[in-house]
């Protein structure tokens, strides 16, 4: 693994913790006037490098790891995966063919085998059979990482990686396990035992196929590229983890929960605020605590849906932890709530509320019998909106797709997840059209992320770090806001331009 560890350290690293001695790397970050190298450090939890100064490994424990060795689309094989329509198959004397299996391992951050028929969910019909696509789909993610605690540079399955830059903002990476700031839960929202407001926190995994966007991204790691519609190819998994505060007293469903420590906010900073929508991560504790597992979501890439009416080129799908199942492995013990491959377009507010269902989402029984028989408020709301597919974690006010097909580049205006709260049906409705890969949620000259908020994230951060590091003190909620629009279009124009400048020119732009 040597081989694995030293690239890390220095090929491609693009803001996260280096594997070092104790799991925390050495500082490398440098910087000048003319522009920003980031490398590892500028995530690293260790005295004095977290975000702000403010996140601490507390001492004692070992530091949160990024995988972030990313391959390209150059590495894809160029013959067709073994469902597609395609009849071509791969020849050893072809030139335009690569060759596989090729060289790899874990140490050359190549897998072994064909990327491109690691795809088990394409062998089941997610319509006929969803209990079966849901359990392939747990077993394809919990294969080398369950018995790791998630630490996915040891998994010796296949490689998995992580999405950059997700610890720059309030809401960011803690220093342990790399979890970030989900959203608040609510006294009540899932169990009427629940007398406190608990937080949730999560982490996010991609496949070699969906890892290589990030490495086209972010092929230059000081100045990362989005120009162009993101289109995650055919085979991508992505897969997010997310950990409660809450006990089994509180939420009783969570009995005998797996765990992963954490260094999560304080409960006054995780409230609610009167100006604001929701608390956030900003002040953290200085101590970790254990989070018990309670939501799983998966995103795969399929095509077997029609983009528009039929579907989104995706299915989303989300389980729930039961702890009256009985599994050996605790992290097993989790059932399906359902799936979703679209939006459902032709289903408003009002035919939903005259009991009309959705036609692209699956909802277990099993799990909506487990949410009411603990009486929480989340129960009554029901999962997603109008019957939409969403976890037990998420906002019920929206549905999975939903959220996710606002993720778009748009620097000026961030979208919002959810509709206006005073939007009349038409508008309500452009929150759940079906966009298809490489198609923006807002159009025009909007580039797509292809559903991927963490890839969104991950670049507004970085952005807002490199402003900050060259002098221009911007933070991301500023940055975000559209009271500073103009604000906003002008530092785009500077940092635009940055790179390759002299130092008296850089001084002429500050």
């Known amino acids: 693994m040597a081989g694995f560890f030293s690239r890390l350290a220095t090929k491609r690293v693009l803001g996260g913790v280096a594997a070092g001695v104790g799991g925390v790397g050495t500082a490398q970050y440098q910087s000048n006037k003319q522009a920003s190298i980031c490398t590892e450090c500028v995530a690293e939890f260790n005295k004095p490098y977290g975000y702000k100064g403010q996140i601490v490994l507390p001492e004692g424990w070992v530091g949160f790891q990024l995988k972030n060795d990313y391959p390209v689309p150059e590495d894809i094989p160029k013959w067709p995966a073994k469902n597609s329509q395609q009849s071509t198959s791969p020849t050893s004397n072809s030139d335009s063919i690569i060759s596989w299996p090729r060289p790899g391992g874990p140490d050359k951050g190549i897998p072994s085998f064909n990327p491109r028929d690691d795809a088990p969910w394409l062998d089941i019909d997610f319509r006929t059979d969803p209990e079966t696509y849901c359990k392939v789909i747990k077993e394809y993610c919990w294969a080398g990482n369950t018995n790791t605690n998630f630490k996915v540079h040891e998994n010796p399955i296949r490689p998995w990686y992580h999405a950059p830059w997700m610890h720059w903002n309030d809401n960011g990476r803690e220093p342990i396990s790399g979890l970030t700031f989900e959203r608040p839960t609510q ?125 989104n080129g995706w299915v989303f799908g989300t389980f729930m932890y039961d702890g009256n199942r009985k599994d050996a492995n605790p992290w097993d013990r989790i059932i399906p709530v359902g799936l979703m491959w679209g939006n459902d ?162 001084e002429k732009k500050k």
């Not at 009427?192 to 086209?216: C, E, H, P, S």
């Not at 408003?348 to 036609?359: C, M, N, S, V, Y």
């Not at 603990?374 to 797709?401: I, Q, T, Y």
């Not at 806001?481 to 020119?505: F, H, V, W």
Request: charged share 25%; net charge neutral; aromatic share 10%.
């Open 345 to 506: 377009p032709e289903l408003t507010p009002d035919l939903a509320e005259k009991g009309q269902k959705p036609r692209q989402s699956w909802i277990n029984k099993e799990a909506t019998d487990l949410l009411t028989s603990m009486g929480g408020e989340r129960a009554a709301h029901g999962w997603g909106v109008g019957g939409r597919l969403n976890g037990p974690v998420d906002n019920f006010k929206s549905a999975c797709a939903s959220c996710h097909s606002t993720a778009e580049y748009n620097l000026v205006d961030k979208t919002d997840m959810l509709p206006p709260s005073n939007a009349d049906s038409k508008e309500f409705m452009r929150w759940y059209r079906n966009i298809g890969p490489g198609q923006s949620f807002s159009g025009g000259t909007l580039w797509s992320a292809d559903y991927s908020l963490q890839l969104q994230r991950g670049f507004f951060n970085y952005r807002t770090w490199r402003n900050q590091a060259n002098g221009w003190t911007h933070e991301a909620k500023k940055f975000f806001s559209p009271t500073l629009r103009l604000e906003a279009q002008i530092l785009e124009q500077k940092t635009n331009t940055i790179r390759g400048m002299t130092d008296e020119e850089i």
């Open 187 to 311: 006294p009540g929202e899932l169990s009427k035992d629940q007398k406190r407001l608990t937080q949730a926190w999560a982490i996010g995994f991609y496949n070699w196929m969906g890892a290589t966007v990030f490495g086209d991204m972010w092929r230059d790691p000081a100045n990362p590229k989005w120009d162009k519609h993101v289109v995650f190819p055919l085979g991508t998994c992505v897969f997010k983890v997310l950990m409660t505060e809450a006990t089994e007293q509180e939420v009783p469903c969570l009995k005998g929960a797996p765990t992963l420590h954490a260094v999560i906010a304080t409960a006054e900073s995780a409230a609610n605020k009167p100006d604001k929508k929701s608390g956030s991560g900003a002040v953290r504790k200085k101590d970790p605590e254990p989070l018990r597992l309670l939501q799983v979501d998966f995103a795969v890439r399929d095509d077997r849906t029609k983009v528009g009416l039929d579907g």
